[in-house]
């Protein structure tokens, strides 16, 4: 059986860096950040390039949200044609307050005619590619309505519906329900695409067979492990597959933050990340001083002797 794996979209982390770099180690797939449709419908140029694909990072999806089925037909439109995406990705999960508060994310859930509509409208947009949507268990216990909206997506022409097994009200707590991802799985005839809790192949596998989904996706497990998708892709498989050593590690931390400075400039990228550097060092020996040492980091000139320090406490073995 082919399973694939699939990068989840992350606010604030999952940008051209890591996103190729996690296809560099075996993503099937992977979604941008999440871009406003209404800031794309006013040439917001930080938009803009939260949308921009390139070569190294396909196949990906471009990922809108908004409340209005205007605005987001008109981004698709323009990102189809800047971008090239295999396909267009809507956001109907994201539980962040102000996301929500705006009309967007999971709170599209609690009106499924318009979760319809708004797929129908980019899909009009955008006849010739595939429009996928993220969505929730639902907005709380009392409107846990994954399924309902995922039948009108798909009467809507979604080509494929991701489901995060947790609601809004949970967040990413507590153990996301797998039952809710199978339920939709059975009402669908389109493909679905398992969220919530794989870290490893046994969570991996747990999902496929206990949804029946087709696609896993992993989020915040790749957080500082961008090669977790060989790991499991190698248990799926049946197959060996051994982990980067400490120094292979420190290296792939170091190419990723050279990308970040080189794309967005050593200010920014730096301080983006100093998170980055505390995920790659969990379990290391020493990690909360590294860590308090990485959030004073503000040039790259700064992060080798800071790898060499780490790697003094922490020899391969």
Not at 120 to 148: H, Q, Y
Not at 284 to 303: M, T
Not at 305 to 316: A, H, M, R, T, Y
Request: charged share 25%; glycine share 6%; with cysteine.
């Amino acid at each position: 059986m082919n399973r694939k794996l699939a990068l989840a979209p992350m606010a604030g982390v999952t940008d051209h860096a890591f996103r190729a770099l996690c296809i560099s180690f075996g993503a099937d797939y992977c979604v941008t950040e999440m871009v406003s449709a209404k800031a794309m419908q006013n040439k917001d140029r930080k938009s803009l390039r939260l949308a921009a694909l390139a070569p190294d990072e396909h196949p990906a999806a471009i990922q809108l949200f908004g409340d209005d089925p205007e605005a987001l037909a008109f981004s698709a439109k323009r990102v189809a044609a800047l971008y090239a995406p295999e396909a267009i990705d809507l956001n109907m999960g994201c539980p962040a307050p102000k996301i929500a508060a705006g009309g967007g994310g999971v709170s599209l859930m609690r009106n499924p005619k318009l979760c319809g509509a708004l797929v129908a409208a980019v899909k009009k947009s955008v006849p010739e590619l595939p429009v996928t949507v993220k969505i929730r268990s639902g907005w709380d216990d009392t409107e846990k309505n994954a399924v309902e909206v995922a039948l009108r997506c798909e009467a809507a022409g979604a080509a494929a519906v991701a489901v995060h097994g947790r609601t809004r009200a949970q967040m990413y707590r507590p153990p996301a329900d797998l039952e809710i991802i199978r339920a939709v799985v059975d009402a669908l005839e389109i493909p679905v695409i398992g969220n919530g809790d794989v870290t490893d192949g046994p969570s991996a596998a747990r999902m496929f067979d206990e949804t029946g989904c087709r696609m896993v996706m992993i989020g915040r497990a790749a957080l500082g492990k961008p090669w977790i998708f060989k790991e499991i892709a190698a248990y799926l498989s049946n197959s060996e597959y051994t982990p980067p050593s400490i120094s292979e590690r420190m290296k792939i931390m170091e190419q990723h933050i050279e990308t970040m400075c080189h794309e967005k400039g050593e200010r920014i990228a730096m301080r983006e990340a100093r998170k980055h550097i505390g995920w790659y060092l969990a379990g290391l020996r020493g990690a909360a001083a590294f860590r308090r040492r990485a959030v004073a980091l503000c040039e790259l000139r700064e992060l080798h002797p800071l790898v060499q320090d780490i790697l003094k406490e922490n020899p391969d073995q």
